[in-house]
């Protein structure tokens, strides 16, 4: 089953989207199904504002349709509400094309934070973008409960997973730190809510993987934190084997697939109790969920980090591909381009049986 992904996420980003679209493409080969990207590779694009570390991409009508058409998908799917997500979409609209669509990501409060528009009329755009959706899939109930009170439609699921033979508590990178460490892992900027973990009086250490905007401003704020900055593969997991607590202070994230990561490399997670920490902590022996998030921190000390692990181990990426195949079972996007693939197929005979070939 071809099936094609429009992002705007996309490599060389680090982040939580880009992971878990990398990882689920691996993930559905084992179920006979093909994704291939439509990401802003090859566009021109400019730094995002008041985050120059991202950028947007400026895609064409023309090209995108070309590459639709040259993927022939038999489903398509727009994973972000970005420039490349705004035009599939209104390819697959002209075109009378059934997609599906993700959310996740909170856009509203994301642009609120930084530019003060009210969370409301970002709402409203999200609303009128995956309107046109068959199924806009969403990583957990308690979002799913939300965007229904706030007017969205065919919302279903598409839970996450997390790869524990990368994410493990074996070798444990050395940190020459005093214990215990607590450790939290994404991009440097004011919607990750690291002011609220950095400023908490807890023992030991406290420590933050990842780049951003926001890095050098916290750095100069509290110079007792140790800022490891971007870490990928093999070496971040051996960083998050090494803390004893993972803080997840973020209010804004739909899931945190971090969270996954963290505890299967063994380590509890502490959090606020907001969409994702309430799905994936709950009341589990595995963590520890608090609006007092010092609180929580301490909490989690106690946390068995074998359970930490074994709750991981039941959450495969094969599982969330199925999750996610089967919401694009029902999708008939193979019929605008069976045509287009019948006269190729056709075209590549008569060049194979040319003269002189």
């Given at each position: ?15 939580g989207v880009v992971r878990t679209l990398t990882s689920l493409a691996r993930a559905a080969t084992t179920l006979g199904a093909e994704i ?186 509290y110079p007792r934190a140790i800022f490891l900055g971007e870490k990928k593969g093999r070496d971040l997991a051996s960083h998050i084997a090494a803390g004893d607590v993972f803080v997840f202070p973020s209010l804004t994230d ?104």
């Amino acid at each position: 089953m071809p099936i094609l992904i429009a992002t705007d996420a996309w490599h060389p980003q680090v982040n939580g989207v880009v992971r878990t679209l990398t990882s689920l493409a691996r993930a559905a080969t084992t179920l006979g199904a093909e994704i291939e990207f439509l990401t802003p590779e090859g566009f021109p694009s400019f730094a995002l504002p008041t985050y120059p570390g991202l950028r947007l991409a400026l895609p064409n009508r023309r090209e995108i349709a070309r590459r639709i058409e040259a993927a022939a998908p038999e489903a398509i799917h727009i994973a972000t509400e970005g420039p490349v997500g705004w035009a599939v979409r209104g390819y697959c609209l002209r075109h009378k094309l059934a997609f599906t669509t993700s959310y996740t990501t909170r856009f509203p409060e994301y642009v609120s934070v930084r530019t003060g528009i009210p969370a409301a009329v970002g709402y409203a755009v999200m609303r009128h973008f995956h309107a046109p959706s068959a199924t806009i899939m969403v990583a957990t109930n308690s979002l799913r409960q939300e965007l229904g009170q706030r007017g969205f439609r065919r919302l279903g699921f598409w839970t996450r997973g997390v790869d524990t033979e990368l994410f493990r508590p074996d070798e444990p990178a050395t940190l020459d730190l005093p214990r215990p460490i607590f450790l939290t892992v994404g991009r440097v900027a004011v919607e990750k809510n690291l002011d609220a973990f950095l400023s908490l009086d807890l023992p030991g250490s406290k420590v933050v993987i990842g780049e951003g905007p926001q890095r050098a401003e916290l750095e100069r704020r509290y110079p007792r934190a140790i800022f490891l900055g971007e870490k990928k593969g093999r070496d971040l997991a051996s960083h998050i084997a090494a803390g004893d607590v993972f803080v997840f202070p973020s209010l804004t994230d739909t899931f945190g697939v971090v969270q996954l990561e963290a505890l299967a490399c063994g380590v509890p997670v502490a959090a606020f109790p907001v969409t994702g920490p309430l799905d994936v902590i709950s009341d589990r022996p595995i963590g520890a969920i608090d609006s007092d998030l010092r609180g929580a921190c301490l909490r989690a000390l106690g946390r068995s980090r074998e359970a930490c692990r074994n709750f991981a181990l039941e959450h495969s990426w094969e599982n969330s591909a199925r999750q996610f195949v089967g919401n694009l079972s029902r999708l008939q996007a193979s019929a605008h381009f069976a045509g287009r693939a019948s006269r190729r197929a056709t075209d590549l005979v008569r060049t194979s049986q040319s003269p002189g070939r």
